[in-house]
Nanobody, 123 residues
């Protein structure tokens, strides 16, 4: 499985961005997640989605602003980010894996990682 994240950029606070993650291989049964890492900080959970899109999870800091979705036919997972804040500035990584119940927010539960796409939000 290979993951390729894209869609990052430089935006002003309050703007929106849509990140995409293109997957190769058999990912349609996998959980897909987004994590981010800001400069000087540890990587943190952003959002995750179950294999059929029926289950979604969000980090507290992005609830109500970000929406994760997936299209298994296109082997893609997306992160719609609205009302962006400067504290959302980070490199965003997509991840995939066979996730045990209750582990979707745990970084070490994921088996595959993309290379990251950088998001910068100016104030």
């Amino acid at each position: 499985v290979q993951l390729q994240a894209s869609g990052g950029g430089l935006v002003q606070a309050g703007a929106s961005l849509r990140l995409s993650c293109a997957a190769s291989g058999r990912t349609f049964t996998y959980y897909m997640g987004w994590f981010r890492q800001a400069p000087g900080k540890e990587r943190e959970f952003v959002a995750a989605i179950g294999w059929n899109g029926g289950s979604t999870y969000y980090g507290d800091s992005v609830k109500g602003r970000f929406t994760i979705s997936r299209d298994n036919a296109k082997k893609g997972v997306y992160l719609q980010m609205n009302s962006l804040k400067p504290e959302d500035t980070a490199v965003y990584y997509c991840a995939a894996g066979v996730i045990q119940y209750g582990m979707a927010m745990k970084m070490n539960a994921y088996d595959y990682w993309g290379q990251g796409t950088e998001v910068t939000v100016s104030s």
